[in-house]
């Protein structure tokens, strides 16, 4: 099957510093990767994907992302975190069995401090 | 353009009622399904649709059917509600082709409490 894990439940990190918002994978064959966020009380918002090619993928709101293949892990960064971005964020990966639908990591909650 | 659709956005049940969580997507898209979200569990896919008149059950079906009698839409029903079922509910969809192939759209929530 494929999965997703975030093997951390909140990240902390001050205003202006880089963050990372880590994600690990499990899956059979090639993987087709993808970060959301949700704000409290909203619906979940497409930062980025990968699918295929470069393995640093840029997305929304100055997000990025580094697939690592060896290490599989699909982890979200920013080289400068804002107040802004504290929010909710899962790490999904797409389930080919199951109609192309999302298989979700448990949600990393991201808290920035001024 | 309007994306994934959802109605309603909040609602309050009591044990035994039914109810259908309405969902659609003007993007012509396939692929749609609905997932619930609890604390700390991250999204669990209930029922999902490849495209009108097929669809399938996904992690966690019981006590909920669906339909998809057209592309732009497919409903939620909730058979005899339970307290368990009490969550947030996200309907999404999806196509292939195109620069936002693969990409998944989610609405914005229903958020269905049971008593």
């Known amino acids: 099957a494929q999965s997703v894990a975030q093997p951390e439940d909140q990240v902390n990190v001050a205003e202006g510093n880089p963050l990372t918002v880590k994600c690990t994978y499990s899956?059979?064959?090639?993987?087709?990767l993808f970060w959301y966020v949700q704000y409290p009380n909203r619906g979940l918002q497409f930062l980025l994907k990968?699918?295929?090619?470069?393995?640093l993928v840029k997305g929304s709101y100055g997000f990025e992302a580094e697939f690592n293949k060896s290490q599989t892990s699909f982890h979200l960064k920013k080289p400068s975190a804002l107040v802004s971005d504290s929010a909710l964020y899962f790490c999904a990966v797409r389930d080919l069995n199951s109609g192309y639908a999302l298989n979700f990591g448990k949600g990393t909650s991201l808290l920035v401090t001024p | 353009n309007a994306g994934v659709t959802q109605t309603p956005k909040f609602q309050v049940l009591k044990t035994g009622q039914s109810m259908t969580l309405q969902c659609a997507q003007d993007?012509?898209?396939?692929?749609m399904s609905w997932y619930r979200q609890d604390p700390g569990m991250g999204l669990r896919l209930i029922h999902y649709s490849v495209g009108a008149g097929i669809t399938d059950q996904g992690e966690v079906p019981n006590g909920y059917n669906v339909s998809r009698s057209t592309t732009e839409d497919f409903p939620l029903r909730l058979l005899s509600a339970a307290p368990s079922q009490t969550s947030v509910y996200f309907c999404a969809s999806s196509g292939t082709g195109g620069a936002s192939g693969n990409t998944i759209y989610f609405g914005e929530g229903s958020w269905l409490t049971v008593v």
């Open positions: 899956v059979s064959g090639n993987p087709y």
């Open positions: 990968y699918i295929t090619g470069d393995n």
């Open positions: 993007m012509n898209h396939e692929y």
